[in-house]
């Protein structure tokens, strides 16, 4: 094998091929540095004496199904400028690494279309090596996101585990990449990325969000300048989990045995929309019995319909006027639960209302979070919160297969 082979095969410059060994299924190449190359590590001066060596083994990019390995004897400097006693650094690998730079990429390739584990298998290496590679190459690119150019972001929660273990993250709406991954929920896992706005001076336009107290306080707090808009997803999942309450508590109530078996079993036709019903099942027909024995589920159910409209209006004046209508009717119904959410809506009317300035909402964000479901399920989970944190972080540039 030829010095040359060493740099357009491996990548390898400045050193010099000295002879190849075949034994243990491996091709073990020694290499050496030329001693008029050597420097000091720390200050660069070439002013140095040898003060020793030590055998140290890289793997590289394999021949065929083959491992390769580097040998090579790495000297020890004293440097006459500096006074530092050190080992020299090897050029082709990162400092204490026992790979090369050119196995790191391509482990990062192969990445692209398989699991840890199998590239681990295919290169005859730990997993725990591939995923040291990747969470390394993570960490140079995605370990702190760039905030200058933010202006609109969604926040939301996502569960990732039994016993209420959340994360808490941001989307970038303008982009659809995750700016920040936090631990838990609530304020107190916000305020590294408030520290970080701050820091870099990042003025936020819109920010979308649940009607959480937290980050309702959270964001009036630390961005006061940004408008807050409601979003639509949770308003609607708010108002659905009251009627399915409603629907369960009718039915405990219903006296007459007609009436409890026409209720039972219409929860999700409630909670559909009426152009989804599925005719050959006859779905819309079941539920206009429901509805047509049961007045208060009815008028719950009308008024869910309604309250989709809000969001379909030709202006922010318009929104308005349907809105306090839509209050109006629904704290004369008579029924508690219809009561208490027309009141959440009455205290969150300028959120809900600001859609119509900035019409963003956190459905980018559900995506997003079902993509992080996907590829935990696809992994089998993570032990290793950075490492799980860091590849949602890198979850937008993603355009192969999902893996773990």
Same mark, same amino acid.
């Given at each position: 094998m030829?010095?040359?082979l060493?740099?357009?095969?491996?990548g390898?410059?400045?050193?010099q091929? *000295?002879?190849t060994?075949?034994?243990?299924?491996a091709?073990?190449?020694?290499?050496r540095?030329?001693?008029?190359?050597?420097? =000091?590590?720390? =200050?660069g001066?070439?002013? $140095?004496?040898?003060?020793?060596? *030590?055998?140290?083994?890289?793997?590289?990019?394999?021949?065929?199904?083959?491992p390769?390995?580097?040998e090579?004897?790495?000297?020890?400097?004293?440097?006459?400028?500096?006074?530092? &006693?050190?080992? $020299?650094k090897?050029?082709?690998?990162?400092?204490r690494?026992?790979?090369?730079?050119?196995f790191?990429?391509?482990?990062?390739?192969?990445s692209?279309?398989?699991?840890?584990?199998?590239?681990?298998?295919h290169?005859? $290496?730990?997993?725990?090596?591939?995923?040291?590679?990747?969470?390394?190459?993570?960490l140079?690119?995605f370990?702190r996101?760039?905030?200058?150019?933010?202006?609109?972001?969604?926040?939301?929660e996502?569960?990732?585990?039994?016993?209420?273990?959340?994360?808490?993250?941001?989307l970038?709406?303008?982009?659809?990449a *995750?700016?920040?991954?936090g631990?838990?929920k609530?304020?107190?896992a916000?305020?590294?990325?408030?520290?970080?706005?701050?820091?870099?001076?990042? =003025?936020?336009?819109a920010?979308?969000?649940?009607m959480s107290?937290a980050?309702i306080?959270?964001?009036l707090t630390?961005?006061?300048?940004?408008t &807050? *808009?409601?979003d639509?997803?949770?308003?609607?999942?708010?108002y659905n989990?009251g009627?399915?309450?409603?629907?369960?508590?009718?039915?405990?109530e219903?006296?007459?045995?007609?009436q409890?078996q026409?209720?039972?079993?219409?929860?999700?036709l409630?909670?559909?929309?009426?152009?989804?019903?599925d005719?050959?099942?006859?779905?819309?027909?079941r539920?206009?019995?429901?509805?047509r024995?049961?007045?208060?589920?009815a008028?719950?159910?009308?008024?869910?319909?309604?309250?989709?409209?809000?969001?379909?209006?030709?202006s922010?004046?318009?929104?308005?006027?349907f809105?306090e209508d839509?209050i109006?009717?629904?704290?004369?119904? /008579?029924?508690?639960?219809?009561?208490?959410?027309?009141?959440?809506?009455?205290?969150h009317?300028? /959120?809900?209302?600001?859609?119509y300035?900035y019409?963003?909402?956190?459905?980018?964000?559900?995506?997003?979070n079902?993509?992080?479901?996907?590829?935990?399920?696809?992994?089998?989970?993570?032990?290793?919160?950075?490492?799980?944190? &860091?590849?949602?972080?890198?979850l937008?540039?993603?355009?192969?297969?999902l893996?773990?």
């Amino acid at each position: 094998m030829s010095t040359s082979l060493l740099y357009h095969g491996f990548g390898i410059q400045g050193y010099q091929h *000295v002879h190849t060994q075949y034994h243990d299924g491996a091709i073990h190449f020694r290499i050496r540095q030329d001693r008029f190359s050597l420097c =000091c590590p720390e =200050c660069g001066s070439c002013k $140095v004496k040898r003060r020793g060596q *030590v055998m140290r083994r890289f793997r590289t990019l394999p021949l065929g199904d083959k491992p390769v390995w580097l040998e090579l004897l790495v000297p020890r400097v004293w440097c006459l400028l500096c006074g530092v &006693l050190r080992q $020299v650094k090897v050029g082709f690998a990162s400092w204490r690494r026992s790979y090369t730079r050119s196995f790191a990429r391509y482990a990062l390739g192969l990445s692209r279309h398989m699991t840890i584990k199998d590239v681990a298998r295919h290169l005859g $290496v730990g997993w725990d090596l591939i995923k040291d590679i990747q969470k390394r190459r993570l960490l140079r690119r995605f370990a702190r996101p760039k905030l200058h150019k933010l202006k609109q972001i969604a926040i939301d929660e996502i569960s990732i585990g039994k016993g209420h273990r959340y994360l808490t993250v941001v989307l970038d709406l303008k982009s659809g990449a *995750v700016v920040f991954v936090g631990d838990g929920k609530g304020a107190e896992a916000l305020e590294p990325f408030w520290a970080r706005l701050k820091r870099q001076k990042v =003025c936020l336009e819109a920010v979308a969000t649940d009607m959480s107290p937290a980050y309702i306080s959270a964001v009036l707090t630390h961005v006061p300048e940004a408008t &807050l *808009v409601f979003d639509r997803f949770h308003v609607t999942k708010l108002y659905n989990d009251g009627l399915s309450d409603l629907r369960r508590k009718l039915y405990h109530e219903a006296t007459d045995l007609m009436q409890k078996q026409v209720i039972k079993g219409t929860r999700w036709l409630l909670l559909k929309n009426p152009e989804n019903l599925d005719q050959d099942r006859q779905e819309a027909e079941r539920l206009n019995e429901a509805l047509r024995l049961n007045q208060p589920l009815a008028l719950a159910y009308y008024l869910k319909e309604d309250l989709r409209q809000f969001w379909e209006q030709p202006s922010k004046t318009a929104a308005a006027t349907f809105l306090e209508d839509w209050i109006a009717r629904a704290q004369s119904a /008579g029924i508690p639960f219809l009561r208490r959410f027309s009141k959440t809506l009455a205290l969150h009317r300028r /959120g809900l209302l600001a859609y119509y300035d900035y019409p963003i909402s956190t459905g980018p964000l559900e995506g997003t979070n079902n993509k992080i479901k996907t590829m935990q399920r696809q992994a089998y989970g993570f032990r290793d919160r950075e490492f799980f944190k &860091l590849k949602i972080l890198a979850l937008h540039e993603t355009r192969y297969a999902l893996v773990g």
